[in-house]
């Protein structure tokens, strides 16, 4: 009888396959005792959602509107045209503001009447007057830069040294019961995330492995983000009806925060939960 | 020599059958749990093992669950004394593109046997062209800039001499 394969061979390659069977149960000890089986995936975060819009609707208590023959409008006495911004400074205490009312230059601080309008206040480009409960937003002129300011201020030397110091950043304003936030403010801290812990401390939140919210830690003095209104050891709960249990939702709300119209944040302030409102200018 | 030839045979054996039964995937999901304890993740659509590599594809890399960077293309090739990896159309979030070049077109990372403490690599995208080396030795990483792109958001960083930019960092 004729041998199919040489003996020899067929040693050969059982040696083989006995040499390959060894590597991969070699392989195979290793991967069950130190190798992870289990792809690790970040699961989708369903709680983000984009920053709501806040929308003045009519109580449903208030009568529908009826039809009423058109008012004619009473002409005031002064307008608010004829005054022209031109130079702004804002201190935490005070605004004072130049201006250009009739092709005469004034200086008006905070409190200050012209022409029967009231200065309030001012952010970054606009000074805020009133009249008759209603206000005013003035916009600084555009062909008014930086030097001009300065000349413009020069018969105030007090203002002057001020008004050089000053940083092109926006303000948080009071205007009565309502916080104004300048959009210039809310701009800047968007792009320059390593300012807003030069600020604000902020700390995670966790019960067990899941996270709560985030903690305020401390809040420099005067920083616009003491003139939120918040404080130390407050926790944020939500933004804009986002809830902050996640980073990625933090991080959802720094990113689309440039264009938000209004802030509403709930925050925890020992065991009571407060509601934060803004308005963004 | 009849001895040497054997022992060859059975060194490139030896090596070719690792290689060929190496877990790959078991590997990188091995390297994704230590990732997983400093809070970065990674999603991937797709998982390829070659004969000596191991790609991915559409790679999403979380960092503390937020989506920081996606990449298109990661390629892993290993022929145990040459190491490399491979990444294609690394685009970060654009949050981040006021800190950090929006985009890497390629990026290539080489190691090698012989010269076990060093990584070598070179890429290019919207910064320019850079090569670089980081020294396990002295732990130090520099980086060259070849050609310069949009730098703006880095050059804080960098230095300038004779030969151009570049940044160089010790751990």
């Known amino acids: 009888m004729k041998n199919l394969f040489k003996p020899e061979m067929l040693k050969v390659l059982i040696g083989i396959l006995t040499f390959l069977l060894i590597i991969k149960l070699l392989w195979f000890v290793v991967q069950i005792i130190w190798l ?62 130049t201006v250009e009312y009739r092709k005469k230059t004034k200086v008006l601080g905070t409190g200050d009447v012209l022409n029967g309008f009231t200065l309030e206040g001012a952010g970054s480009n606009f000074a805020m007057f009133s009249r008759d409960t209603k206000n005013y937003k003035v916009l600084l002129a555009k062909n008014s830069k930086a030097s001009s300011n300065i000349s413009t201020i020069k018969s105030v030397p007090a203002v002057k040294s001020m008004v050089q110091t000053k940083k092109a950043l926006g303000e948080v304003t009071n205007e009565g019961d309502v916080k104004i936030i300048d959009r210039s403010l809310l701009e800047h801290y968007a792009n320059n995330m390593e300012d807003i812990y030069k600020n604000i401390g902020i700390s995670e939140v966790k019960e067990g492995k899941d996270l709560k919210g985030f903690k305020i830690n401390f809040v420099k003095k005067d920083s616009p983000f003491s003139k939120l209104g918040i404080q130390r050891n407050d926790v944020i709960k939500s933004i804009n009806g986002q809830e902050i249990k996640s980073y990625n939702a933090a991080f959802n709300v720094y990113k689309n925060i440039k264009d938000v119209e209004s802030l509403n944040m709930v925050i925890m302030r020992g065991k009571e939960e407060m509601e934060l409102e803004y308005e963004i200018n | ?94 949050a981040l593109h006021a800190k950090v070049p929006a985009l890497t077109k390629e990026a290539h990372f080489a190691h090698n046997i012989f010269e076990p403490l060093t990584v070598s690599f070179d890429a290019n995208g919207s910064f320019g062209v850079v090569d670089g080396k980081f020294n396990g030795m002295d732990n130090v990483v520099r980086i060259d800039f070849v050609e310069l792109g949009n730098i703006s958001m880095i050059q804080s960083f960098l230095i300038k001499d004779e030969k151009g930019w570049f940044y160089e960092k010790s751990f």
Do not use: C, R
């Not at chain 2, 790609?55 to 090739?77: N, S």
């Open chain 1, 36 to 97: 992870s089986p289990i792809d690790i995936d970040q699961a989708e975060d369903q709680s983000s959602k984009a920053l709501y819009y806040k929308v003045k609707l009519t109580p449903n208590n208030i009568a529908a509107p009826q039809k009423t023959q058109p008012q004619k409008k009473t002409k005031i006495a002064g307008s608010i045209k004829e005054i022209k911004l031109l130079a702004i400074y804002n201190a935490s205490d005070i605004s004072v503001v």
């Open chain 2, 1 to 94: 020599m009849q001895m040497v030839k054997k022992s060859l045979l059975i060194f490139m054996a030896l090596w070719f059958s690792l290689l060929l039964f190496m877990p790959k995937a078991e590997l990188y999901h091995t390297v994704e749990k230590a990732l997983e304890k400093q809070d970065v993740k990674l999603n991937e659509t797709s998982i390829d093992e070659g004969l000596f590599s191991l790609t991915l594809k559409d790679v999403t890399v979380y960092v503390k669950g937020i989506a920081l960077a996606h990449v298109d293309e990661i390629d892993f090739f290993t022929l145990l004394f040459y190491s490399s990896l491979d990444m294609v159309n690394l685009k970060v979030d654009e």
